[in-house]
């Protein structure tokens, strides 16, 4: 995550990709994610996620549909093993047992 900084009139809409050069001359995708408001600047800050993957995928109509993601899982198995010292109990949170998370814009074909 990186913070972008605008002029107070500019205003962009969470979701929105921006291609941003990088330090190799090149350009990276990123998302704004979302938008600090602080009143007493005199900038916009926005929090800023680099997108990792470009994906496709088809809707109920067979329609191809694309875009770009930041995908990211779990580095090392440390909830799976506190699930599996609490197993123990009667209440299991399988939400942790997902192995890989994507984040996007929103988009309707999903």
Not at 14 to 22: A, E, H, K, Q, R
Request: hydrophobic share 30%.
């Amino acid at each position: 995550m990186y913070y972008l900084l605008t002029r107070v009139e500019d205003q962009i809409p969470n979701g929105t990709i921006l291609s941003i050069p990088d330090h190799h001359g090149g350009q990276r995708p990123w998302m704004v994610w979302y938008f600090e408001d602080f009143q007493t600047s005199g900038y916009n800050r926005y929090i800023m996620l680099r997108m990792t993957h470009y994906v496709k995928w088809r809707d109920w109509d067979e329609q191809e549909h694309k875009g770009y993601c930041y995908l990211y899982g779990q580095e090392d198995n440390m909830l799976k093993d506190e699930i599996k010292s609490r197993s123990r109990m009667s209440t299991v949170y399988s939400e942790n047992l997902k192995l890989s998370f994507m984040v996007m814009p929103r988009d309707s074909t999903l």
